[in-house]
């Protein structure tokens, strides 16, 4: 199997471990095969965008998440490490506002699958990281929402070594409390 899939506190989030093949020459390992993830995961997606950003340590991205047109998004790091977070914000969910934490880095090769109905966003621990992720839907920024990364009510214990590096975007994100979440009736 190319992928060992775990599920985590959170059981739709899973991280995905694949099979790595190397010698003294290298590795080689499938970042992506659709029938793989499938077989693991039972999920049938269709991603229609990758997303590649490069960050310096102590950068700190998210929480991030559409409203409408949400985002199933399969992430991993390919130089560096990452504290990479999902947070459940699905109102009627019994893990609402709960959050899980994993380390993603070049060295370990994991994957994070964060379902669409979650937040998301992740820490640089290492001096860069360089971070691809898969989406399930296109970014419509009318529709891009931020919560707060050090919002009391989640309190997601960030690996941090002094205060984290923001866009203004997240400096002006909202409390959980106060954000447009995920409702029955909406689709998640």
């Known amino acids: 199997m190319p992928y060992q899939c775990t599920p985590t506190a959170i059981p739709e989030v899973l991280i995905l471990t694949p099979t790595v093949f190397g010698d003294a020459r290298g590795f080689f390992y499938e970042s992506f095969n659709d029938q793989s993830f499938t077989a693991a995961t039972g999920l049938a997606c269709q ?37 990479d977070v999902a947070v ?3 109102r009627h969910s019994a893990t609402f506002g709960k959050w899980v934490g994993v380390l993603l880095s070049a ?3 994991r994957q994070l699958w964060v379902p669409p109905g979650f937040a998301h966003g ?11 992720y898969k989406t399930t839907d296109y970014w419509y920024p ?10 009391a009510d989640i309190g997601i214990d960030w690996p ?16 959980l409390r106060d954000a447009v979440v995920f409702d029955a009736a909406r689709r998640t």
């Open 47 to 83: 991603f229609v965008q990758d997303n590649h950003s490069k960050s310096s340590k102590g950068v700190l991205r998210g929480l991030h998440y559409q409203i409408e047109h949400p985002q199933g998004k399969l992430v991993r790091v390919t130089a560096g490490e990452v504290f």
């Open 88 to 90: 459940d914000v699905r």
């Open 142 to 151: 009318e529709h891009e929402r931020s919560i707060r990364w050090d919002d």
């Open 122 to 132: 992740f820490l640089v621990l290492s001096d860069s990281a360089e971070f691809l």
């Open 160 to 175: 941090l070594d002094g205060a984290p590096s923001l866009s203004a975007k997240d400096q002006a994100a909202t409390a």
């Open 107 to 109: 060295e370990n090769k």
